[in-house]
């Protein structure tokens, strides 16, 4: 059934003011029932968001939630280790999580069934022996050598390498997911059931008379995680039939490692570099800093979410406008998205800067020492925001493996910028280390796409160009 928000307005609100409300149902009624790239890519923007919005407050209150089960020690633990376990998650997919969505995108225009379905099957497969191997060369290095990491983390990691081959497919069925615009497929489950289950998981641990420590709380990890890939990759292949037609598998194994292996690097160093400033302070200070810390992160996920969204709404689209060749369209489609990405991320950075302290008091009186890092990291998040999804237009028009070397020398800064600042002022180290390794990253990525692509991806249009007018 479809909903006209115009002919509402016309019909329940007063004659003046639907007259007024006009030009913005309109729009509303473009953006819901609109058939064109532009339309889809908002209506896909906005689910995503509110499915965003939705794991921003689940995440949130498991995370407060965590936090006074725990207490600041054993939270500190817990969330040092899954950190960890998220980032290895990600790269040991090997660039297949990410190169799946240009590679399904391509085949679909091109009419290929038969490498698109082998694009899949070597994207699960690749990232699941990958993974496995992965995890028992560390657990090994972790029985051998176990004065790597401090003793208390030993225990966790354990866990944590359990579940990494989880947290790998779960990428690679994102990308799927993301590819075929199936939300229920790439966003619901990482976002809402994955959160979800760890809340309900180690509460049902804790009434079973459980203790409320980081190892508890790794086993709600790996259950809900486990739980969560198994339900992706059941919807996906019951999905695939009606949308792919039923070929023998083809396979251009050179071709696809060329392509993924670049973004394992650009994945790889972007997914590094969000989460350095947890690993250096896990490993330089104490839990209870460590929980402090992350608690404050925490409270900026609502704004990271915005940029998350419309990443994961346009990055196939991207690929889409580069295939068909059509450069101002191309322009001012990245023109919107940066700003859909910019202004809200602008507005909540403003908003959690002004309530930060107060979020954090739900943690616990202990952790409202950190509101002094929400302002630091808030300003990094709104320069980061003014270029948009920049690395995703590279990724996706082929600028792979330039997007790899910024990010490469990107994450040298943030490294260099942790180890020295750290040392010399705490947590407020930490910050300034991650702010200006954005605000690297944003200069950097903004030239790159300038020079590469000729596309002009900054907040502020290029008034001097076609493109930047019509944008």
Known sequence: MRIEIKRLAERYLPEKLARKAEPLAATADAVLSGTDDNARAQRMAMIIFVIRVASAIIAFVSQVMLARWLGTFEYGIFVAVWVVALFAGNITGVG???????????????????????????SVLVSLVVTTLFSLAAAALLYFYPGVVKAYYIA??????????????????????????????????????RPLGILVVMWIAILAGFEANAITAMWAGIISTSVTTIYQCV?????????????????????????????????????????IDIIFVSALMTPEDTAVYYASTKILALVHFVYFAVRGAVSHRYSTFHQQGDRVAF?????????????????????????????LMLFGSEFTSGEYLIWIL?????????????ESLLVMAGGQNACASIY????????????????????????????????????????????????????????????????
């Open 96 to 122: 297949f999580p990410s190169a799946v969505i240009r590679l399904i995108s391509e085949y679909r225009a091109q009419e290929l069934p038969g490498l698109l379905r082998g694009s899949i099957r070597v």
């Open 156 to 193: 966790p990691a354990y866990l944590a390498l359990i579940c990494l081959p989880a947290l790998s497919l779960e990428g690679v069925m994102d990308g799927v997911g993301r590819a075929f615009n199936w939300t229920y497929v790439a966003f619901f489950p990482t976002f809402i059931m």
């Open 408 to 471: 490469a020398l990107n994450v040298l800064v943030n490294i260099m910028l942790n180890f020295s600042l750290i040392p010399l002022f705490g947590l407020a180290g930490a910050a300034i280390a991650t702010t200006s390794a954005l605000a690297f990253e944003s200069l950097a990525l903004h030239a790159l796409a300038k020079r590469k692509l000729g596309i002009h991806v900054f907040i502020i249009p290029q008034r001097s160009t076609p493109a930047g007018n019509a944008a």
């Open 378 to 390: 808030a300003i990094g998040i709104v320069l980061r925001s003014s270029v948009g999804p920049a």
């Open 235 to 275: 919807a996906a292949f019951s999905k695939l039939p009606g949308e792919v037609p039923k070929v023998r598998s083809e396979y251009r194994y050179g071709y696809w490692v060329a392509i993924a292996l670049p973004m394992f690097l650009v994945e790889g160093f972007y997914i590094l570099q969000t989460s």
């Open 331 to 359: 322009q001012n489609f990245v023109q919107r998205t940066v700003a859909w990405t910019f202004w809200p991320s602008l507005l909540l950075a403003g908003l959690m800067m002004v309530l930060g302290k107060y979020f």
